[in-house]
Nanobody, 127 residues
Framework: QVQLVESGGGLVEAGGSLRLSCAASGGTFSNYAMGWFRQAPGKEREFVAAMARRSSIRLYEDSVKGRFTISRDDAKNTVDLQMNSPKSEDTAVYYC????????????????????WGQGTQVTVSS
């Protein structure tokens, strides 16, 4: 059983930067592909970014490409989301998730493929 705890959310000005972090415990972190998702008020949860396990393969939602960067540190059991130049439309609750992917090259944007989820952290971008 993997526990995920997000941190780093808060209020940020549009064009600024914010770094989210997700700490994992209770499992072998390097066995999981990791993803970030978000849910804005009144909207469905959507994919933001994902990173494969034991490889550098990353996947991004089109609207965040070039602005957000996902990274992981398997020694520290953490996955981060660096948010640069955030926009008001990035305002949402951000969740990290772990996928017990078989392949080291696997990354998924499908939330149903993820096995464990954190509680979420609120990000509010002021314009």
């Amino acid at each position: 059983q993997v526990q995920l705890v997000e941190s780093g959310g808060g209020l940020v000005e549009a064009g600024g930067s914010l770094r989210l972090s997700c700490a994992a415990s209770g499992g072998t972190f390097s066995n999981y592909a990791m993803g970030w998702f978000r849910q804005a008020p009144g909207k469905e949860r959507e994919f933001v970014a994902a990173m494969a396990r034991r490889s550098s393969i990353r996947l991004y939602e089109d609207s965040v490409k070039g602005r957000f960067t996902i990274s992981r540190d398997d020694a520290k059991n953490t996955v981060d989301l660096q948010m640069n130049s955030p926009k008001s439309e990035d305002t949402a609750v951000y969740y990290c998730a772990a996928d017990a992917a078989y392949s080291i090259y696997s990354v998924s944007r499908r939330d149903w493929e993820y096995d464990y989820w954190g509680q979420g952290t609120q990000v509010t971008v002021s314009s």
